[in-house]
């Protein structure tokens, strides 16, 4: 009995963490639109948490819940392959080299946002409209998700020009100030190189130019 309630316990805790995540998470937005759309893809992960992938066609069913308009669920496993998408024509094809207009790797950067101890995260792309050939900028959230079947899976949903979030402005000045400061110590070891270079070569020339003097 005591190993039964441990187990219970142990499971409500894993459930508790994760709702925790999930609210804090909402709780940093302002606006409306962005919290629904968190909820959004957290519901679909916690139905496939709980179910497993036979509900996988309930994400692509029209008119339903989890497909209206813009808002659908698109699901990746963790090696870039679509499993779940409306456009049925994307369904099985890898994801993982996908890039946007200005190269930038969406779904390794999708990847990578949740591969903390978060799970979650947000990431920010350009790309066309459906039946239009301009990109946009299409922002996604996303989490991840273990089955039953104890396969992991990226659970994501995005919108078109949604409105900025302090926390997206946020993101993206830490992002550049890392950029930053990654390229100033790459360019202080490189002067830091070029400076040590030039004083082995001025040593050099002294020891040369002291040993013909002695020779003299």
């Known amino acids: 009995m005591r190993k039964y309630i441990c187990c219970l316990l142990a499971v409500a805790a894993i459930l508790l963490q994760s709702y925790s995540i999930s609210f804090c998470e909402t709780l940093k ?3 409306n639109v962005t919290k629904k759309l968190i909820s959004f893809v957290d519901d679909a992960a916690a139905l496939i948490e709980k179910d497993g992938e036979k509900v996988f066609e309930e994400f692509i069913k029209p008119g339903s819940i989890w497909s209206h308009g813009e808002t659908y669920i698109i699901i990746f496993d963790m090696d870039g392959r679509c499993l779940v998408h409306t456009d049925f024509e994307q369904v099985g094809k890898n994801h993982l080299n996908l ?3 200005n190269g930038k790797p969406i779904f390794r950067s999708i990847a990578k946002k949740v ?4 799970k979650s995260g947000w990431t920010h792309y350009l790309w066309p409209k459906p039946q239009s050939v301009f990109p946009s900028w299409k922002s996604v959230y996303a989490t991840r998700v273990k089955a039953p079947s104890d396969k992991e899976y990226i659970v994501t949903c995005g919108l ?3 409105k900025m979030e302090k926390k997206f402005i946020v993101e993206i000045v830490n992002k550049a100030v ?9 360019c202080d070891s490189g002067i830091h190189s070029r400076g040590q270079n030039k004083r082995i070569r001025m040593g050099r020339l002294h020891v040369g130019k ?3 003097d002695k020779a003299c």
């Open 29 to 31: 937005m302002k606006y």
């Open 99 to 101: 890039k946007d207009v």
């Open 115 to 118: 591969s903390g101890s978060n």
């Open 160 to 162: 078109y020009n949604m």
């Open 178 to 186: 890392s950029f930053i400061k990654k390229r100033r110590e790459i």
């Open 210 to 212: 002291a040993g013909r």
